[in-house]
């Protein structure tokens, strides 16, 4: 029910989004293509795990990383905003975390970082929230790209009525 009306609401909205996606390993976009008539809302998605792979496609500062750890809400906002920089949609997600069962570097297992960027006339707004999941890697990751699909609509919102990131 979420995907679908996320589908639909990116339809009411003449939206095309695009996704880096870390932890979630491309699940956002395979959520959407399931839906019939998504391929004209989906512009690409990024899959990226290696700090290399972030830094290459998406423009992520080393020294983000080094400052913030790959698990954090500052990563997951240049990670949105690179997949925006050379891309014609306007909306863009963004996952980076842990989908497992380990916490690393003092960070708990199940913690997942999110960014969602928008562009409206020119202005980018960015929102970012740090959440955590409980369950298996398979769980973590489908509730994971569930719960970014479902706060799309509530950050765009936000950006129609005038509210900054």
Same mark, same amino acid.
């Given at each position: ?12 909205? %003449? ?9 979630? %390993? ?37 020294? *983000?990383?080094? *400052? ?17 920089? #050379? ?23 199940? *913690?997942?970082? +999110? %960014?969602?960027?928008?562009?409206? #006339?020119?202005?980018?707004?960015? +929102?970012?929230?740090?959440?955590? +999941? +409980?369950? #298996?890697? *398979?769980?973590?990751?489908?509730? %994971? ?21």
């Amino acid at each position: 029910m979420i995907v679908e009306e996320t589908v639909k609401y990116l339809n009411e909205h %003449a939206l095309v989004v695009t996704t880096a996606e870390s932890c979630t %390993a491309g699940r956002i976009v395979a959520l959407l293509a399931e839906i019939p008539g998504s391929g004209a809302l989906v512009e690409c998605g990024y899959v990226v795990y290696s700090p290399e792979a972030k830094q290459r496609l998406l423009g992520v500062r080393s020294t *983000t990383i080094k *400052t913030f750890n790959l698990t954090s809400v500052e990563v997951a906002r240049e990670m949105a905003i690179g997949a925006l920089r #050379d891309s014609p949609a306007k909306v863009a997600i963004a996952t980076t975390g842990l989908c497992g069962n380990e916490d690393m570097d003092g960070i708990p297992a199940g *913690t997942v970082c +999110f %960014a969602w960027a928008f562009m409206n #006339d020119g202005q980018l707004s960015v +929102f970012t929230r740090r959440h955590r +999941f +409980f369950g #298996d890697r *398979t769980a973590m990751q489908q509730d %994971a790209a569930l719960h970014a699909l479902e706060h799309l609509p509530v950050f765009h919102r936000r950006v129609l009525a005038g509210e900054t990131a």
